[in-house]
């Protein structure tokens, strides 16, 4: 098979990796068909869903209903369950078959297993945890608009720019950085879940989605998956949460207390979930699964409450589209303030308690 | 038998980060630390030597400061430490990093009983793919996401954690395996390691060294070199920002409940 990456001109078309547990697809991939449908009409090309699995070929509509124009469905009894070895294998000779030119993986524990792997024996370059994605240079220059701090008026771009233009936060998440890869083909990128917003499900387009079988050749994985385990969810899918109030390195003066009074605020918005800034993790404070930011989840509630969390880059990340945020700090220049709807400086351990009276009172007066 | 540590130097981005006046991250001016997911990568490694006695060789590749990381390696207990440096290796993406450590662990000898350990991610770049890419280049199996690492004659078992659980796997070395922070504590330097590890040799891959090793390719390394490339770098525009709430605190709470009531959020 003849492939080489640096052949531009060959590929084509926008792909998205479907990932699939236990025959059942991931939100993230709907997000990711969502996402990939609007780069796809941007670039006026394909949106292709690939599908790897054993027995899942009717997941393909479902791919179809969120705006694929195609999918490949690659089934294999050693593709039931995820393997680095025979997933990479698969993937990666379907596209070196097929020649995309924009390869879209969840940044999931399977995505951000597999895309590595594949970027490095596709000999191309990959983007981890994009949180913006644009083809078009007006689109990205609309983006830098609103999202930067550049004056544009001073700068020249190429407009016939068609890379993808991959937008993360970069340097421990203190500054934001577009990356491309010009040289190599298929332009990869991971993005995180919850990230790119699910589009609308078109009952239509999900029945005249053409599916496709593939077929790879696949050999043994060296890595033997003794058993798996699925374990209930112990807390509220942070993901999917109305109302997240979330502790920061400023709650260190008393943790305990802190968590308490944030768990109560929590209670009292309403049946809230409390999480915490990568610093409040890192302590020890909070579990893994209840970081919010570009290394945690990224979430988007009704309300999020920020309490004594500094509000870096990487944490905006997290949680700027939330609805209405509210920021607590002491320090009145903190960077959340920027991201916050309402902003109140101040010492947490003696605003949170009021906000709770204040919130009760109200509900009370209704 | 001998095992590999990938190790990172890295800026404290969790203290003040400095940026210079044309938006460019002043690392000089930062403290810099061991990649925390690399220590549970080298706590790794220190406890397969402790049951098998086996040789840790902690490679890493960065400017010449690396060096000071390397000798804090050493008084934890590894044996060997290698710092792949040169002008030519700097600015690489994943892809050029990953193929210039690959080739320095080929030029150094991977053979059917070694292990290689990484971090999950370093804290600068939060990719979490050189790893994996590394495994890639070397055609070894790659395991990522380690909570739990046992080894027994020539296999090693790991639990695999994932979002929803995770996943018990065994394989046979060679392999390479990233490490999580709950992995594994990372144990301190030993008073004897601190006093011995300005002794100890540093060995160095530089490009002559490693310019004819089949593994890496001239064209894709560093920054000229590297797949993927900054097309544009910012900050977020300068506080377009909420409502600061004035008065005494409880007139900010009071206000705060009056604006949340009349937006029916609660």
């Known amino acids: 098979m003849e492939y080489n990456s640096a052949k531009i001109e060959d590929f084509r078309d926008i792909w998205v990796f479907c990932e699939q547990r236990r025959g059942k697809l991931m939100e993230t991939d709907f997000e990711l068909v969502s996402e990939g449908r609007k780069l796809a009409d941007e670039r006026h090309s394909q949106l292709v869903g690939v599908l790897l699995g054993y027995n899942v070929k009717d997941l393909a509509n479902e791919i179809g209903g969120y705006g694929a124009d195609k999918v490949y469905v690659i089934e294999d009894p050693a593709l039931k369950d995820y393997s680095s070895e025979t997933y990479a294998d698969a993937l990666c000779q379907i596209v070196m078959d097929k020649k995309p030119e924009v390869l879209l993986i969840g940044a999931s524990t399977i995505g951000r297993d597999l895309a590595p792997r594949c970027a490095a024996r596709l000999h191309t370059g990959l983007t981890a945890d994009c949180t913006h994605l644009d083809i078009d240079m007006n689109k990205y220059l609309d983006f830098l608009k609103e999202a930067s701090s550049i004056d544009l008026s001073t700068r020249k771009f190429k407009m016939e720019d068609t890379n993808l233009k991959m937008t993360r936060p970069a340097f421990g998440g203190h500054m934001m950085a577009t990356i491309t890869c010009p040289r190599f083909r298929p332009c990869m990128s991971t993005v995180r879940p919850g990230v790119m917003k699910k589009g609308e499900f078109d009952e239509t387009k999900a029945k005249n989605v053409l599916v496709e079988d593939y077929s790879v050749t696949l050999k043994d994985p060296l890595v033997k998956v003794v058993e798996i385990v699925t374990e209930e969810k112990k807390g509220v899918d942070l993901t999917g949460a109305e109302i997240v109030v979330a502790v920061g390195a400023g709650i260190s003066k008393d943790v305990e207390k802190g968590m308490a009074l944030a768990q109560e605020l929590a209670d009292v918005l309403g049946n809230g979930v409390v999480a915490g800034s990568r610093p409040a993790v890192e302590a020890g404070w909070l579990d893994h699964e209840l970081q919010i930011g570009q290394t945690g989840k990224t979430v988007r509630p009704k309300i999020y409450v920020a309490l004594g969390i500094s509000g870096a880059i990487q944490h905006k990340a997290g949680m700027q589209d939330s609805e209405t945020v509210i920021a607590v700090n002491t320090n009145p220049s903190a960077p959340i303030f920027e991201a916050a709807t309402y902003g109140i400086a101040g010492d947490l351990f003696e605003v949170v308690p009021k906000m709770i009276a204040s919130i009760k009172a109200a509900k009370a007066a209704k | ?266």
């Open chain 2, 1 to 266: 038998m001998k095992i590999y540590v990938c190790v990172k130097q890295v800026p404290d981005t969790s203290g003040k980060v400095a940026v210079k006046e044309n938006g460019v991250l002043d690392r000089a001016s930062m403290k810099t630390i061991i990649n925390p997911d690399d220590l549970n990568a080298v706590e790794a490694a220190l406890q397969i030597k402790d049951q098998e006695g086996c040789e840790v060789i902690a490679v890493t590749m960065g400017p010449p400061a690396a060096e000071s990381m390397l000798r804090e390696l050493y008084a934890m207990g590894i044996d060997k430490a290698v710092l792949i440096s040169g002008r030519e290796f700097g600015g690489s993406d994943t892809f050029a990093t990953s193929q210039v450590i690959a080739g320095g662990i080929h030029h150094l000898g991977l053979e059917k009983d070694d292990i290689i350990f990484c971090g999950r991610q370093a804290i600068d770049g939060d990719t979490a793919q050189v790893g994996p890419q590394i495994a890639e280049k070397l055609n070894i199996p790659q395991v990522t996401y380690a909570g739990e690492v046992k080894y027994e004659n020539g296999k090693v078992f790991v639990k695999r954690m994932t979002e929803d659980g995770y996943m018990k796997v065994e394989v046979e070395t060679p392999v390479l395996i990233t490490c999580i922070k709950e992995l594994n504590e990372p144990r301190y330097m030993t008073v004897r390691g601190i006093l011995e590890c300005f002794d100890r040799p540093i060995t160095v891959l530089d490009y002559p060294t490693l310019e004819n090793e089949p593994l890496i390719d001239k064209t894709t390394i560093g920054l000229a070199g590297s797949p993927t490339t900054i097309f544009q770098s910012f900050t977020p525009p300068v506080a377009k920002g909420g409502e600061m709430l004035e008065g005494t605190t409880q007139e900010k709470t009071d206000a705060l409940a009056a604006k949340l009531a009349k937006a029916q959020l609660i």
